[in-house]
């Protein structure tokens, strides 16, 4: 049955040719597991379509209803909790997967000539799912939504010149409420598909076009004596000729895809199962006892902005932006040497080596537990007052003990073997520096909390 | 199937002519809907705003009175000398949506008729500030802000000290204003 439907739709459409030139097609020797990364993009980016689309059935997109909506969603619909939840923890998936992908893509080397421009299309579609994510997550309208859209769009507003437009763009306004959701919505929901469509047709028509780059080699294929007067396209077109020569076909790599694609199907749908959407309290404009943090893929940005201070900060923010999005653009423009393998790239290597530990670096530092929620540990009872009062007094919010505060100021886990008495007693009721003065702290405070600092040992 | 163009002759040129005319109304088209798009999804939110300077800054997500003054309460029921965490019921417009919000910000006494409104977001990335009674300080949970009672800023990284409100006391009532944003 099935196979005289499809020589019904042959007949008249003679398509087989194509489907078989899909499958069939060589692609070089040794593309194995290192390459399932651009596939399983693919394979999260329709998860998310689809569990998206499905979402918007209950989904409301006001301030009043959204949050109730998405508890409708997860406590009353049936599956509505794995739903929502396969569409969060594949957002999440997809942030991991797309930066895997980027990384194989830069070890390899496979942004040279002449895929520059799968690299650049590649660069923009990460951007536009940053953007899915940080439009998404305001649309749930819980604590975490509301306040990481506040310091997002003041993020914008850093930009010089157009940074006060861009702000307001954003936020429909200057006000974070119901315009802000119901742009934010419609971006998410309509503008953002509609670009990433786009440039994953472009991305995916590259990748098919131009066959899947040969992994690097240490030397290039010999093309004989006369091999190096060709010109640079039919050298290349010869060697692909060859690697292809001694590949397999597609549809041998497809099965890894597939096999790497349902293992990724499996944890989203555990973690969907297990773990749900966890959902903070309604977003609370006028709350302050929250202590807002962005989502994990965001955490080392909001980590980052401990370090720039001063005057200069808001264009510190814009240049590192645009620095990291211009670095990544036009990484094939100013890398342009044809050598791909690793080893002989040691400065790239390096530097890929160095931003990796960057971001795993400030993502570490900016997901510890939030500053002052609890008071740092007191080696004795006797100090325990201190370490209250430390707590109290705000001290955590810049200064590290024992792992747990904030990093604007000094780590003082040791501080009592580098001052005394009342150089501690000096500084606090004095300030120095970014040390701001507390000369009003009563002197049994101020006493409590040097005895904890001098305990410090 | 092969190509039907001729390689020389005067075809080329009429597919050139006929090309330009086609990529003329692609752009035509093009350019007449962009121009009110842009214009629709910017409007409201940008229009009778200036260019910001080199520096960028944070505004207070806060919505805005209609009103020129919201009453806030009674001065003399306020403690002096200690910002208090208020709300205030403010006529808001939210696009199409009227409504009355309650709005939090501290509020200070600083003499028998004077006080001061501060909102309550820190001016480097909108967190919401916290007023440390013990310490007698503002804080910011999120990169280390500090600011002392009258809202200068000690410590951290805020560009600016806490954005006021403008403010008017009329019978032994605090009345509030609109936000003083720097620059605005």
Redesign the interface.
């Known amino acids: 049955m099935w196979r005289r439907l499809v020589s019904w739709v042959d007949e008249r459409l003679n398509i087989m040719p194509l489907w078989h030139g899909f499958l069939d097609r060589k692609v070089p020797k040794g593309i194995g597991w290192f390459h399932v990364f651009g596939s399983a993009t693919l394979f999260l980016l329709l998860v998310q379509f689809a569990t998206g689309i499905f979402l918007t059935v209950y989904y409301a997109p006001s301030t009043e209803h959204a949050y109730h909506s998405i508890e409708f969603i997860t406590d009353q619909v049936p599956f509505g909790k794995y739903v929502a939840g396969v569409h969060l923890w594949s957002a999440s998936m997809l942030v991991i997967v797309i930066g895997v992908h980027m990384l194989r893509t830069f070890v390899y080397g496979a942004y040279k000539y002449p895929r520059e421009t799968t690299w650049i299309t590649g660069v923009v579609l990460l951007f536009v799912v940053l953007a899915f994510a940080f439009t998404g997550y305001l649309l749930p309208y819980d604590q975490k939504a509301y306040?990481a859209t506040?310091?997002g769009?003041?993020?914008a507003?850093?930009?010089?010149?157009?940074?006060?437009?861009a702000?307001?763009?954003l936020?429909?306004?200057?006000?974070?409420?119901?315009?802000t959701l119901?742009?934010f919505y419609a971006f998410h929901i309509w503008v953002l598909p509609a670009v990433l469509v786009l440039f994953v047709a472009a991305h995916l028509f590259m990748v098919i076009r131009q066959g899947i780059a040969a992994p690097p080699r240490r030397r290039p294929l010999d093309l004989g004596p006369a091999g190096a007067t060709l010109p640079r396209r039919e050298q290349y077109e010869r060697q692909y000729a060859m690697e292809k020569q001694a590949g397999h076909p597609f549809y041998i790599s497809i099965l890894k895809d597939a096999v790497f694609a349902l293992v990724l199907f499996l944890a989203v749908s555990a973690l969907a199962v297990t773990v749900g959407t966890p959902l903070e309290p309604p977003a609370d404009?006028?709350?302050?006892?929250?202590?807002?943090r962005p989502e994990w893929y965001f955490l080392d940005f909001?980590q980052l902005?401990?370090y720039?201070?001063?005057?200069?900060?808001?264009?510190w923010?814009?240049l590192i932006v645009l620095g990291v999005l211009l670095a990544l653009l036009l990484l094939p423009f100013y890398d342009r040497a044809p050598e791909r393998h690793p080893q002989r790239r040691p400065f790239a290597m390096a530097c890929a080596a160095v931003g990796i530990i960057g971001v795993l670096g400030l993502t570490y530092l900016g997901g510890r537990k939030?500053?002052?929620t609890q008071a740092p540990p007191a080696p004795s009872a006797a100090t325990a007052p201190g370490a209250r009062?430390f707590q109290?007094?705000?001290c955590a919010?810049?200064h590290t003990i024992g792992g747990v505060g904030?990093?604007?100021?000094p780590n003082l886990s040791h501080i009592g073997g580098a001052m005394t008495r009342d150089q501690l007693r000096t500084f606090i009721t004095q300030?120095r520096g970014?040390?701001?003065?507390?000369p009003?702290?009563p002197p049994a405070?101020l006493n409590a909390l040097v005895d904890y600092l001098e305990s410090l040992k | 199937m092969s190509a039907t163009v001729p390689e020389s002759g005067s075809q080329p040129t009429r597919r050139e002519a006929v090309m330009s005319a086609l990529g003329a109304i692609v752009g035509f088209i093009g350019a007449a809907l962009a121009v009110p798009l842009v214009a629709f999804?910017?409007g409201?939110?940008?229009s009778g705003?200036?260019?910001?300077?080199?520096?960028?800054?944070?505004?207070?997500?806060?919505?805005?009175s209609r009103a020129p003054w919201s009453p806030v309460g009674e001065l003399a029921a306020l403690p002096q000398g200690q910002p208090t965490?208020t709300?205030v019921q403010l006529p808001?417009q939210?696009?199409w949506?009227q409504s009355t919000m309650?709005?939090?910000v501290y509020v200070e006494r600083t003499g028998p008729d004077s006080a001061v409104i501060f909102d309550?977001?820190c001016t480097?990335?909108?967190?919401?500030?916290?007023?440390?009674q013990?310490?007698?300080?503002f804080?910011?949970?999120?990169?280390?802000g500090?600011y002392?009672a009258n809202g200068r800023v000690?410590?951290?990284?805020p560009?600016r000290p806490l954005d006021r409100y403008a403010v008017k006391v009329d019978g032994g009532v605090l009345y509030m204003g609109a936000l003083q944003l720097p620059g605005a």
């Open positions: 306040w506040v310091v769009t003041n993020i507003g850093a930009a010089p010149v157009v940074g006060d437009w702000l307001r763009i936020r429909g306004g200057t006000t974070v409420g119901v315009l119901q742009r404009p006028n709350a302050t006892s929250y202590v807002p909001f902005l401990w720039l201070q001063g005057q200069w900060e808001p264009l923010i814009f939030p500053a002052a009062e109290a007094q705000g919010g810049c904030g990093t604007v100021g300030g970014g040390m701001p003065a507390f009003q702290l405070v | 999804l910017f409201p939110a940008v705003t200036r260019p910001g300077g080199l520096l960028g800054r944070s505004i207070p997500p806060t919505p805005r965490l709300t808001v939210e696009g949506i309650a709005v939090a309550l977001h480097h990335m909108g967190c919401p500030v916290v007023w440390n013990a310490a007698g300080r804080l910011c949970p999120c990169h280390g500090v002392d000690l410590s951290g990284p560009p």
